[in-house]
């Protein structure tokens, strides 16, 4: 009874997407004699983006009034210790999609960390309430198949806000939807508790950035544009493992700072010019002879 | 059986060791100026937390004499406002390039604010070109946990000056540079400077 009420839910939550998506429709791509503007559009890569902060704006307000108050209440009843265990144990069943995404991206290394610090903390750790593998120096990490299809050369697709959960997009969703069924408790534990567990992850994962979204939401001037800015930086950085992104090149196209460096340039001795901010002219060239 | 037990005891000496001997606090050698710069800048904002503790007002405002002195607003302002710079009109251009500082500063003044009780460690300084390295340090909250933030420094003339921020690789400077594309997108320049005059407080 109770999955027949899911499902019905599930076909809601379509309609009215689909009605959102009608409705409010898609950012038209601009006209090819910009390409300037193309290439921004292609950058922004979010086609979907009336949409998309429509549903954006709901979560939003889902968050201020039901999600944020849980999560400041859940920070004032469980104490510091209780907190983080509660955070090393849902971690902790995140072990088994660890792992068969570590073994699908042919991370070796990891995959047996991820197996060795499953295997401790599930026994030395109580149950995975205490990180014990961290502390020996074993650090944990994520691995998603939404990162198992980067690795594998699938690009992220469209940028889109999913009702509830948040910023995603194509490939990730995708990736969300495949680790279901790598988790061993979609298959053995009731709905309920899978529900609930996923609640208490939301709730433990809000109570972790309280401050910093606060932060992010005051001081932004376009809350939107930046959360979709710092999920696709943060997925990048976790695709990478952490290795540092590639860094932009920060050089401008300023005709007068050309002209101006070029009348330099003619004044210094070949030598001296290598002291001289070459780039400061966006004379790409120059940038990448350097490197 | 035996190696079984010999993994379990190498695991509690391990376990008591490490709360012994803290690792965190072993840099690496630091022979750059960045190094140097970074870490200086550090102690200034450690120093301004511990010296004027209690009085916001005037923590604010040592703080955003920091970040003004410290970063590059020029240079952030342009790339963060990428191609928009050309189509811009003196005047809007003028008014960008006092707007947006005092938004940086405001943005950092508070984050470096909120930096209670914290301690930082420069590991590593990485060169990417002729003037540009990057600092990577280590923040470590109250409760000890490590976050990486690394600096994006510039040298000209002698003189550094941070460029962009990152924190845990995601950069400040790109952030930025979308939510202001973002914006000029939908409510072109004027729209822009309104929002930042309005985030700014400036009349």
């Not at chain 1, 401790?120 to 198992?148: K, P, R, W």
């Not at chain 1, 090149?249 to 004044?267: A, M, P, T, W």
């Not at chain 2, 790109?174 to 407080?201: P, Y």
Request: aromatic share 8%; with cysteine; charged share 30%.
């Amino acid at each position: 009874m109770a999955r027949a009420n899911v499902i019905t839910a599930y076909r809601w939550c379509g309609v009215i997407l689909a009605a959102t998506i009608l409705t409010h429709g898609c950012a038209s791509r601009p006209s090819d004699d910009d390409p300037e503007a193309i290439a921004a559009y292609d950058e922004l890569n979010d086609r979907l983006e009336p949409t998309n902060r429509v549903i954006f704006d709901v979560n939003d307000s889902i968050d201020e009034s039901v999600v944020e108050p849980a999560a400041r209440g859940y920070r004032t009843v469980v104490p510091d210790l209780g907190r983080q265990g509660i955070g090393n144990f849902l971690q902790n069943l995140r072990s088994p999609v660890n792992l068969a995404n570590d073994i699908l991206q042919g991370k070796g290394e990891r995959a047996h960390d991820t197996l060795i610090r499953f295997l401790v903390n599930s026994t030395f750790g109580v149950g995975g309430l205490i990180d014990v593998a961290s502390a020996e120096g074993m650090e944990g990490h994520d691995e998603d198949f939404g990162q198992t299809l980067a690795v594998w050369g699938v690009g992220e697709g469209p940028y889109f806000v999913i009702p509830l959960l948040g910023p995603s997009n194509a490939r990730d969703a995708t990736g969300l939807v495949v680790d279901t069924f790598f988790d061993p408790l979609t298959f053995v534990a009731p709905f309920v508790v899978s529900l609930s567990r996923r609640v208490v992850d939301g709730v433990d994962q809000r109570e972790e950035v309280l401050e910093a979204l606060e932060e992010i939401k005051g001081t932004s001037i376009d809350y939107y544009a930046t959360i979709r800015s710092l999920y696709r930086q943060r997925r990048e950085n976790e695709i990478r493992d952490g290795e540092p992104p590639p860094f932009p090149d920060i050089s401008f196209d300023d005709e007068f700072e050309e002209e101006f460096v070029d009348e330099l340039e003619k004044d210094v001795a070949p030598e001296e010019v290598d002291d001289i901010d070459v780039e400061e002219s966006g004379d790409k060239d120059s940038v990448s002879s350097l490197d | 059986m035996r190696i079984y037990r010999l993994n379990v005891l190498l695991v509690a000496l391990g376990f008591v060791a490490l709360c012994l001997f803290p690792t965190h606090g072993r840099a690496m050698a630091e022979t750059e100026p960045a190094a140097a710069f970074i870490r200086s800048l550090g102690d200034r904002a450690l120093d301004i937390l511990r010296i004027s503790g209690s009085k916001k007002v005037e923590r604010r405002e040592k703080f955003r004499s920091l970040v003004s002195t410290g970063f590059d607003l020029e240079t952030i302002g342009k790339f963060v406002l990428g191609r928009y710079w050309q189509t811009a009109t003196p005047e809007q251009r003028d008014e960008y390039l006092v707007l947006f500082p005092e938004f940086i500063v405001d943005t950092y003044a508070a984050r470096f604010d909120s930096y209670a009780g914290e301690t930082f460690e420069v590991v590593q300084v990485v060169p990417i070109d002729a003037r540009d390295s990057i600092v990577n340090t280590n923040i470590f909250g109250a409760d000890g946990t490590p976050f990486r933030v690394d600096y994006r420094v510039r040298r000209s003339d002698n003189e550094f000056k941070i460029v962009d921020v990152l924190v845990e690789g995601v950069s400040l400077l790109v952030t930025h540079r979308s939510e202001i594309a973002s914006v000029v997108n939908r409510e072109g320049m004027n729209g822009l400077l309104a929002k930042l005059r309005e985030q700014t407080g400036t009349p």
